[in-house]
């Protein structure tokens, strides 16, 4: 009989994977702390579980991604939600969100609020109506600020940028956050959304800060974990990890640009 139990850490992982939509089996194995082939192992048992899609898709060249079925995503969330399949428009995208969680708040459950997440609370739209923004993600900081995350991989049209800046405060200042950050690609996209924070400083919301996306990947702390070792960033009993006490000198939380 084949053995399908999952330890609390796999239940945890899961979880991400099914607010977060999915990710790469290299980043799976980053969450486990697992080597590639016992990672394929515990995916192999969760698609038997049916947990996972059985659906092995590499929307870009890389590992095989893993994502939740539609009923995994109800049973781990509690949400209600259309499925999901990785495509190679969203793949980066994804998977990038999912690294800027995990450098922030590691595998705590607590501390991050998908976007998966803040779609359902909108819920349908009817029609005529306009979606009201949904940020990439909002994280509570250890201080238990409330903050907006935005992840910018492409540019935009200065008009278009200034749209979304604006759009992006005004919804976090409806949501009660304190803060709004972006984390950005290059010095091209990073100057461009400084600007357009600037040109829309009066529109009611949170300040915004503006960080390089390399920043606060390359330094962080999150490696999962070997048999026998202390993650560096795990699930914490109780508590939030340490990692944004550590960005207090301005290279994770970025520069105040309005």
Not at 70 to 95: C, D, I, N, Q
Not at 142 to 157: F, I, R
């Amino acid at each position: 009989m084949t053995d399908h139990s999952i330890n609390p850490r796999q239940i945890t992982v899961l979880t991400i994977l099914a607010y977060m939509y999915g990710a790469p089996a290299d980043l799976v194995a980053r969450m486990l702390g697992k080597s590639m082939p016992h990672t394929y192992r515990d995916i192999r048992n969760w698609r038997e579980a049916k947990l996972i899609s059985p659906l092995k898709i590499r929307p870009v060249p890389g590992p095989v991604w893993v994502f939740s079925t539609r009923s995994g995503v109800e049973g781990l969330t509690g949400l209600s939600t259309r499925s999901w399949t990785p495509t190679p428009k969203m793949a980066a995208h994804v998977r990038t969100v999912l690294e800027v969680r995990l450098a922030l708040a590691g595998l705590d459950l607590d501390r991050w609020i998908s976007e998966r997440e803040l779609r359902s609370q909108v819920g349908p739209v009817k029609a005529g109506e306009s979606r009201p923004h949904i940020h990439d993600g909002r994280f509570y900081t250890t201080e238990g600020q409330l903050w907006a995350v935005e992840v910018e991989l492409s540019p935009k049209t200065p008009a278009m940028a200034r749209l979304a800046v604006a759009k992006a405060k005004a919804a976090a200042g409806n949501a009660g956050c304190d803060k709004v950050i972006y984390y950005c690609k290059n010095g091209e996209i990073r100057n461009l959304i400084t600007a357009s924070a600037v040109a829309v400083k009066g529109v009611e919301g949170p300040p915004v800060r503006v960080a390089m996306l390399a920043e606060v990947l390359d330094s962080s702390s999150f490696t999962g974990a070997s048999a026998g070792s202390r993650p560096g960033l795990s699930l914490i009993e109780g508590g939030a990890s340490d990692h944004f006490n550590q960005a207090d000198n301005g290279r994770h939380t970025g520069e105040a640009v309005s």
